[in-house]
């Protein structure tokens, strides 16, 4: 086995342990399976918590078709640390946005 996999359950311990945007970010992003611009990009219009859902648009997607991801109760919960840490979504709707107005995490 990797090196690298059997660390997996230790790295997603400590980033659990973490309450910045950064951490946050990372566990969302192992929860969903998603790419990292995905997330980066993601705004709180896309997700549908009645659903439990993700559903991000064609026009963020490749292959111009909307892409629906099933949002765990460990993805929602990191949703909701987002919101207790006070770091609600940016004006336009990013839910990780980084230091920049207007700008997504990774920029």
């Not at 945007?21 to 997700?47: D, M, N, P, Y």
Request: glycine letters at 4%; aromatic letters at 4%.
């Amino acid at each position: 086995m990797h090196r690298a996999y059997r660390e997996r359950p230790s790295v997603f311990a400590q980033l659990a342990r973490q309450d910045g945007a950064v951490a946050l970010a990372t566990r969302f992003l192992c929860l969903t399976a998603a790419l990292s611009g995905k997330v980066h990009h993601a705004r709180q219009s896309e997700i549908d918590l009645e659903k439990q859902i993700w559903i991000i648009p064609a026009e963020r997607i490749k292959s111009e078709r909307e892409h629906r991801v099933p949002l765990t109760a460990s993805a929602l919960n990191v949703l909701r640390r987002m919101e207790i840490l006070h770091c609600p979504p940016s004006a336009d709707g990013l839910i990780f946005s980084g230091g920049k107005i207007r700008s997504p995490l990774a920029q």
